[in-house]
């Protein structure tokens, strides 16, 4: 398995602009997390999904901040419009069960300028 | 607010030592513990996990579980200078969800 997978790895756009970052599960994982990293507050839970609903959104910072998986194998963070307290590294991950190892993605390095 | 809390470090410690990386959790029902590592510009990666008060051991590594004292350790014998990085503490969520909540990490320099 290719493990997680997470485009695009670098984002750099400017205050104002719509962001989307895309995340691949590992195939027969059931759930889907999206964390933010930075240096001030760590790796933060924004959402996650079991099979494919969102169970807790309770993370998302603000209505700018969107979340989708349409099916089992993709997801979207949108945000809109960016801000450039919205730099971090956003990380996705996948498990099986809610309480084993994490898989996680190669992160999307997001610059707002 | 249920909170996994670490010392941010960094750790140094000389190479062939052995390196104490400690944890705080806040949530008494928490269940499963785990320590990922992070070397970085790299995502986080599983290293232990332990569910159980006691000591587990997988070769250099021994995680220390004390739910009295709502503590977590990893324990790196012989550290080499691969082993810097940083190391984040996560905790399971009681109440159903087991989701984790990650402390925000130490940074260990481990210096030949």
């Known amino acids: 398995d290719a493990g997680v997978i997470q485009s695009p790895r670098h984002e750099v756009t400017e205050m104002g602009q719509e962001v989307t970052l895309r995340c691949k599960p590992i195939s027969g994982h059931d759930y889907l997390f999206w964390y933010r990293q930075t240096m001030m507050r760590g790796l933060e839970l924004l959402i996650y999904f079991n099979n494919n609903v969102p169970i807790d959104d309770s993370g998302m910072p603000e209505d700018r901040f969107s979340a989708k998986m349409p099916n089992a194998s993709f997801s979207t963070l949108k945000i809109q419009p960016s801000e450039p307290r919205d730099s971090a590294v956003y990380f996705c991950a996948s498990s099986s069960l809610a309480n084993e190892k994490l898989f996680f993605g190669s992160g999307t390095q997001l610059s707002v300028l | 607010q249920k909170e996994v809390e670490q010392n941010s470090g960094p750790l140094s410690v000389p190479e062939g030592a052995i390196a104490s990386l400690n944890c705080t959790y806040s949530?008494?029902?928490?269940?499963?513990f785990f320590w990922y590592r992070q070397y970085s510009g790299k995502s986080p990666e599983l290293i232990m996990s332990?569910?159980?008060?006691g000591d587990k051991e997988d070769g250099r590594f021994t995680a220390q579980l004390n739910k009295a004292s709502q503590y977590v350790s990893l324990l790196i014998r012989d550290s080499q200078p691969s082993d810097s990085a940083t190391y984040l503490c996560?905790?399971?969520?009681?109440?159903?969800?087991?989701?984790?909540?990650f402390g925000r990490g130490t940074s260990l320099i481990v210096h030949p």
């Open positions: 996560a905790g399971s969520s009681s109440g159903g969800s087991y989701i984790p909540t």
């Open positions: 949530d008494r029902g928490s269940q499963s």
């Open positions: 332990i569910y159980s008060n």
